[in-house]
């Protein structure tokens, strides 16, 4: 079974999968095409950092951070030992349920070309592809994509 659960992201469980989803993405991207939000930004009231566990081991993280009228979904990561499970899917649920929560309908990411999974998954969960949202620009190894939800 899956618990998910509101965490702080300095834990050093959590920390770690930080730093491994870090590792992952500048294996893949230049500096510049990764948008990578400190803990500190993690850290801050307007965004919920969740936390996946099975058997009370730690097996996914990710964060929605809201923006005025939206949120972006930030820091999705399961480790590659715990993919195919359904975590990242339970995951993105529960954090567009925090928006809901919040009154916030509509659901933001970039996530990167080279991560087929990652788009596979969103567009199965309902996202589509739009252009730059936000602080964003043009990147051609960046994917934009948004969800309606709740209301």
Do not use: W
Request: charged share 25%; aromatic share 10%.
């Amino acid at each position: 079974m899956i618990v998910i659960r509101q965490v702080d992201p300095t834990q050093a469980e959590v920390a770690d999968l930080i730093h491994q989803l870090d590792e992952y993405q500048e294996s893949m991207y230049p500096p510049e095409s990764n948008h990578l939000d400190s803990v500190d930004e993690l850290s801050k009231t307007n965004v919920n950092f969740l936390a996946a566990y099975v058997d009370s081991v730690i097996c996914g993280i990710g964060a929605v951070k809201v923006l005025n009228d939206y949120g972006e979904i930030k820091r999705l990561y399961v480790p590659g030992n715990y993919r195919g499970k359904g975590i990242a899917k339970e995951i993105v649920k529960e954090l567009e349920n925090c928006l809901v929560k919040r009154s916030i309908f509509t659901a933001r990411l970039e996530t990167g070309i080279h991560q087929h999974e990652a788009i596979d998954l969103y567009k199965k969960l309902g996202y589509f592809e739009i252009a730059p949202f936000g602080d964003y620009t043009e990147d051609p190894l960046s994917v934009f994509m948004e969800k309606k939800i709740g209301g």
